[in-house]
């Protein structure tokens, strides 16, 4: 039922629908009776389903209704979709340039960060630079992978075990359980396209983010420098050996301390 209501169907529509679909054809009365539609709300109902093209209507006597194939009504669904996605996207790219003085923005939804980082990323002309999880990688790695093949140069830090085609990755694996323990379950991710553009995100263990885009330069460079941090404190640690690196972690001295500030 939430994935009809996704698709513009109502309650009362999406119950009558389900109901054709398991039996047709059926009476008004019928399909009241089998989807728990009111009585009183079952024409209409009926009616706005035949507008929509997922119910047929054979009007003998008694009036009866059918469902439409489910693949019907998606196909007709996904074709209603993208030509608004086409208008939408035609009317935006005719709006004049807003000029960014490198305002930064605030962002909270999950969907709309790795959104955000997708569109970040598919922009990129020359360079991106990322330190990601795998939780966010699988979907910003269309658009990584997408980047390199066009020719930008893309690094990237991976705390995770995912791979990518294309892109030069780093295994920032050991780094990220550090950091994850300090952060008590907070991960930090960090994009920056052409050393301008930039998404920082914090995704919080309960699911929730919080995020910034901006076109500030310093952030972007900040931000570079991150990234290329992690991946030489990676390579320190490989050259010192990781008992070693726990070890000194775990001093009561001034690494601890900075550590744990």
Known sequence: MAALA????????????CALLARSPMNGHEV???????????YDTLARLTEKGAALVERGEPVTYAALAYEAV????RRKFERAHDMAASTFASLPAMPDAGQVWSLRDRDTVLSAGDA????????VFAA?????????RPALEA????????HVAIYGTAALDGPATYDLTLCGRSAVERLHGR??????????????????????VEAISTANSVIGLLGIEYV?????????????????FEALRHDPGVVEALLRA
């Open 228 to 244: 290329k941090a992690d991946v030489l404190g990676r390579l320190l640690i490989d050259d010192m050996g990781e008992a070693r």
């Open 132 to 140: 990601l999880w795998d939780g966010e990688l699988s979907d910003l």
């Open 32 to 42: 009241a009776k089998a989807s728990g539609v009111p009585a009183s709300k079952i």
């Open 120 to 127: 970040l990323i598919a922009g990129a002309t020359r360079t």
């Open 6 to 17: 996704q698709l513009g169907f109502g309650q009362y529509e999406a119950r009558a629908y």
């Open 74 to 77: 998606l196909e007709a669904a």
């Open 187 to 208: 991960r930090l991710s960090v994009i920056v396209a052409d050393r301008e553009r930039a998404l920082v995100a914090e995704f919080h263990a309960g699911g929730s």
């Open 147 to 154: 980047a390199a093949r066009r020719g930008c140069a893309v």
